[in-house]
């Protein structure tokens, strides 16, 4: 199956930025849709953006719009999350997905990379 690598989380402080990137195994995701999620303890998964392979359209939820960015390098197989104004709510393990096109759900996840935000 496709495998997804999430790197460059780590310990900020509130107002800071950091940038995530999402190595996949696959060098073609034509139709798919890439996205990030996160997972804060003691909450649910959600949905933070997505984007999809062939157009770069992307999306994201509102509590990110603005602040986050999500972007694709097709040649590298490489998803980023640039996340800037961080704050204390951001704080989650994030992770890589990935969905097929024609498929409902996001049936690939990476391992997740811890973000920490202080104030």
């Known amino acids: 199956q496709v495998q997804l690598v999430e790197s460059g989380g780590g310990l900020v402080q509130a107002g800071e930025s950091l940038r995530l990137s999402c190595a996949a195994s696959?060098?073609?995701?034509?139709?798919?849709?890439m996205g990030w999620f996160r997972q804060a303890p003691g909450k649910e998964r959600e949905f933070v953006a997505g984007i999809t392979w062939n157009l770069g359209t992307a999306y994201y939820a509102d509590s990110v719009k603005g602040r986050f960015t999500i972007s694709r390098d097709r040649p590298k197989s490489t998803v980023y999350l640039e996340m800037n104004n961080l704050n204390p709510e951001d704080t989650a393990v994030y992770y890589c997905a990935a969905r097929r096109g024609g498929a409902s759900d996001y049936g690939y996840w990476g391992q997740g990379t811890q973000v920490t935000v202080s104030s």
């Open positions: 696959e060098r073609t995701f034509t139709n798919w849709m």
